[in-house]
C-alpha cells in the first residue's frame, strides 16, 4: 500500500511539564496549553523534518482537537477502527499520550483520503504522466532473476514497464518484469529506489486529495 509509515517519539519531558502549563487557547471547552503546542511543533519536525514554528501548531491543533471532538461525537465507531489500527502500529502507550495519540488519529484520518484515492481514483495514466515528469527513471534490469545486471536503461517512457509497475503497485506485489527484443527481463527496483518512487506517488495522491481532505476539516471545525 502506498500509505506513508508514521515515525513518532515520546517526548517524557512535555508531559512532566502538564502542572506548569499556560493555557494558549480556551473557547468552547476546548483548551490548549503552551506544552501541547512544543510536544506538537517538535513531534511534527520529528516526523516530517520541517519546523512549523508554534504559531502554526497552535492553528494546526485547534483544527485536530476539532475534528477529533466532532468524530468521536458522531462516528465513535470510526475513531475506535482507528485506535484499533494505532494500538496494533505502535503499541499501547501510543495511545496513553493524549497529545500523541490526537496526532496519530488525524493521522490515520488523513491517509483514508490517501488509501480511498489509491485504491479507487488513480489510474495508469496518472502514473504515465508521474514518470513522464521525471528527468529520468533509470532502473537495472536483468534476465537471472536479479542475479546478474545487463543494463540499465531509463524506462520513465516505457509504457510497458508503466503497465507492470501499476499492476504490481495495486497488488502490492514486485514482480517488475519487461520485454525487449522479445526477451523477458526482471527489473530489478531496490528498496530504497521503490521507496523513493512510492514517495513520489504519496505526495502526489497528497496534493490531488489536499482540497478534498481541506474541506472535510474545516467543516468539521466549530470553534
Do not use: H, W
Not at 72 to 83: L, P, Y
Amino acid at each position: 500500500m502506498v500509505i506513508k509509515k508514521l515515525v513518532y517519539f515520546i517526548f517524557t519531558i512535555f508531559v512532566s511539564m502538564n502542572l506548569n502549563a499556560n493555557i494558549l487557547y480556551e473557547k468552547n471547552n476546548l483548551v490548549i496549553t503552551d506544552i501541547d503546542v512544543n510536544f506538537y511543533t517538535q513531534l511534527y519536525k520529528n516526523n516530517y523534518g520541517v519546523d512549523i514554528g508554534k504559531s502554526n501548531s497552535l492553528k494546526d491543533l485547534i483544527l485536530i482537537k476539532n475534528v477529533i471532538k466532532y468524530l468521536s461525537s458522531n462516528n465513535q465507531e470510526f475513531i475506535n477502527k482507528i485506535d484499533q489500527q494505532i494500538l496494533a502500529q505502535y503499541g499501547k502507550e501510543s495511545l496513553e499520550n493524549p497529545n500523541l495519540k490526537e496526532f496519530l488519529r488525524f493521522s490515520k484520518i488523513r491517509d483514508e483520503f490517501n488509501i480511498n484515492y489509491f485504491n479507487n481514483i488513480l489510474d495508469i495514466i496518472e502514473l504515465k504522466s508521474l514518470f513522464k515528469s521525471l528527468d529520468n527513471l533509470n532502473l537495472p534490469i536483468s534476465d537471472s532473476n536479479c542475479l546478474i545486471i545487463n543494463d540499465v536503461i531509463d524506462l520513465k517512457d516505457n509504457e510497458e514497464f508503466i503497465k507492470n509497475f501499476f499492476i504490481n503497485l495495486k497488488n502490492n506485489s514486485n514482480e517488475f518484469q519487461i520485454k525487449i527484443n522479445n526477451k523477458n527481463y526482471n527489473v530489478c527496483i531496490d528498496e530504497l529506489k521503490f521507496k523513493t518512487i512510492e514517495n513520489l506517488i504519496i505526495q502526489y495522491i497528497q496534493n490531488q486529495t489536499k482540497d478534498e481532505f481541506t474541506k472535510f476539516v474545516y467543516e468539521k471545525t466549530k470553534n
